[in-house]
Every structure is written in C-alpha cells, then in structure tokens.
C-alpha cells in the first residue's frame, strides 16, 4: 500500500468516563469475553453477511507495523469451497494425529477430545481464512517490506474473535498444519501466509466443551504490577 506523508489530523476519541463508570465496565466486558469458548459444534443457522463484514472492519482497525495493515480476511459462505477445506484440512488432521505431531502434543491435547474430523469445517455458516503478508506490493509493482507481521496479524484476530463473541457468535480457531491448501483453494499470492482459519456461527444447541476449557489462571498467575 502507498503511505501518505504524515499530516496530523485531531484524535477523534471518547471523552474520559468517570472513574465508577470506567471501573464498570471493564468488569462487564471481562464478564461478557469469559464467557466466550472454544466451539466444535455448530447449527446451520444462517448468519447474515453484513454481521461478518462489521466484525472484519473491527479486525481491521487494529494496530499493525507501520500501519501497513497487513492482513487479508476471506470470508467463505459457499459450500463447495467450505468442502473443499474441509478435505484438504482432513488429510492434513489426519497425519497430525497419525504421529506427525508427538507422543507429548498428542498427550496434551487428548483433554481436548479432538480428532481428525472436522465436520464443524461445512456445519458452520461461514469460515475465515486470516492471511498474513509477509510482504507488500506498491502501486509500481514493487515488493514493500511490512513489519512486525506475526505480531500485527495476532493482534487483528484477537479483535475479530472478540467482535463475533459480541455479537453472539461461536469461533473455533483452526490451525491445520501446514495450510498452504488455502492459498490454492482460496486464489491467494504465495507472498501471504495463512494465519488461522477461523470457523463461524452460532453454536448447536446441544454443543459442549471439554471441562478442561473451563479452568483458567487467575489473575496473579497470569499478571504482574510494580
């Protein structure tokens, strides 16, 4: 992308809250986000395109390297593409939990429950294939260095699970490895990285959790103040 030259423009923010009020309501949002689970069952209910496209403005207000934004979000609806994933996901899963990934991985996630299906993969109304770019391409053609890439595309997802979690959404983040098949079954340049899939809808109305998603570390375990 091409950068302007920088010209300041006035900060357009929310006025400062009261100190009771701030208080509030960061009680209300970490009541709201820790209610937010990991979801491997979703229901067919259909969820409206222009619910996606907010939730994918938010990720793309986040904060990145140089402000190079650089990201790429597709958004897949259509149900020959959400099967063609899913196969190609499958039989990457199904090396995974074959030996590729350890005695000790495998250990560790068999709290989890999963396994190499992946029908949440076609079940839920839409997937999102988070891209990074590991580079740029200026309007001349010409390849642009981005920054702190990982980082910058860590940050963007964050606020897209946080976005859909607002709005009453399920997400199931999907790391199949590796995920190149996603640049071909989606058309991406080989310049961008597939991030995370994420998987989106509303959670089936008998779906469940593994107890073992319930604990998390308290506060002392995960912070520090000086």
């Known amino acids: 992308m091409t950068t302007p030259e920088y010209d300041p423009v006035p900060l357009q923010y929310p006025a400062p809250l009261p100190a009771a009020e701030m208080n509030a309501r960061a009680h209300a949002y970490f009541e709201v986000m820790s209610q937010r689970r990991t979801v491997r069952e979703f229901s067919a209910e259909p ?14 207000s986040a904060p990145s390297g140089a402000n190079h934004q650089p990201w790429h979000f597709v958004c897949i609806n259509d ?11 499958e039989r990457e899963e199904e090396a995974f939990y074959g030996g590729k990934a350890g005695d000790a991985w495998l250990q560790d996630i068999n709290p989890l429950g999963t396994n190499a299906s992946k029908p949440f993969l076609e079940e839920a109304p839409w997937l999102i294939a988070v891209f990074a770019e590991r580079y740029g391409v200026n309007d ?10 990982p980082e910058s595309v860590g940050i963007a997802t964050g606020f897209l699970i946080a976005a859909l ?55 002392p375990a995960i912070a520090s103040f000086i």
Do not use: D, W
């Not at 149900?79 to 996901?89: D, G, L, M």
């Not at 001349?140 to 890439?149: H, I, Q, S």
């Not at 009453?168 to 340049?189: D, Y």
């Open 47 to 60: 969820v409206h395109r222009s619910v996606i496209e907010a939730c994918v403005l938010t990720a793309g």
């Open 79 to 89: 149900p020959v593409t959400k099967r063609a994933i899913r196969e190609a996901a």
């Open 140 to 149: 001349a053609g010409e390849r642009t260095k981005n920054y702190y890439v």
């Open 165 to 219: 979690h607002h709005v009453g959404l399920a997400t199931l983040t999907h790391t199949p490895a590796p995920m190149k098949f996603l640049n071909t079954i989606l058309g991406r340049p080989q310049r961008e990285r597939p991030f995370v899939l994420l998987v989106v809808g509303h959670a089936s109305p008998t779906a469940t959790v593994p107890r073992a998603a319930e604990v998390k570390k308290p506060l």
